[in-house]
């Protein structure tokens, strides 16, 4: 891996009402929870914000996947990171604060007809509108190089990889150590 490549992640959900509604409240409660948690993760570079809220800045304008299309809604959960690498984003993905929100995601998110995420090896900065299209490439042609996920991973030089378990488990175990606060926290929120 070169020094300059990163991780790039996108998610994409459809909630199951409007961001405001009681029914998404738990998402809404946790969600500055779970960015405070990515920022001050093992191997976490930047995210993008979105256009009109405070925080990091938007890269470039936020765009979604067809996927949209026909749900009522304009605008829809998703976000866009950069890692070190693979083994840094699971750590954090499925341990800890973040853990807890996919553990109760069904509940505030309707049950997804296409990929949960797509990650992509970069030497830049990607924007909205290249995520947008790595995530329905993954959708419609599977994964490969271009765009896979971690069940079927890919290096930096396009080939196939193992993710090095032993190594999620001490990154995971650095972050849980440095988020206690944090976990308890949202252990402590309505669902």
């Known amino acids: 891996m070169t020094k300059a490549t990163k991780l790039a992640i996108y998610n994409f959900g459809l909630f199951v ?3 405001d509604s009681s029914e998404v409240e738990g998402f809404r409660l946790r969600e500055p929870v779970n960015f405070l948690a990515a920022e001050t ?18 890269w ?9 299309e026909g749900s009522g809604f304009e605008t829809a959960p998703s976000s866009l990171s950069l890692w070190a690498d693979l083994e840094s984003l699971m750590a954090f993905s499925y341990s800890g604060v973040h853990a807890d929100a996919l553990k109760h995601a069904k509940n505030w998110q309707v049950e997804k007809q296409w990929p949960a995420l797509v990650l992509w090896w970069t030497e830049g ?4 509108s290249e995520a947008v299209e790595r995530f329905e490439h ?20 396009g080939e ?8 999620v488990r001490e990154l995971a175990a650095l972050n849980i150590e440095s988020h206690g606060d944090l976990l308890a926290h949202v252990l402590s929120m309505k669902v």
Request: proline fraction near 11%.
């Open 17 to 19: 009402a409007s961001y």
């Open 41 to 58: 993760a093992q191997g976490f570079i930047g995210r993008s914000g979105y256009d009109g809220d405070p925080g990091p800045e938007s």
């Open 60 to 68: 470039g304008q936020q765009v979604f996947p067809r996927f949209i």
């Open 125 to 128: 900065r990607p924007d909205w």
């Open 138 to 157: 993954l959708h419609d042609h599977g994964a490969g190089p271009r765009a896979f996920n971690f069940k079927d991973p890919y290096g930096p030089d």
């Open 160 to 167: 196939r990889i193992s993710i090095d378990r032993t190594r």
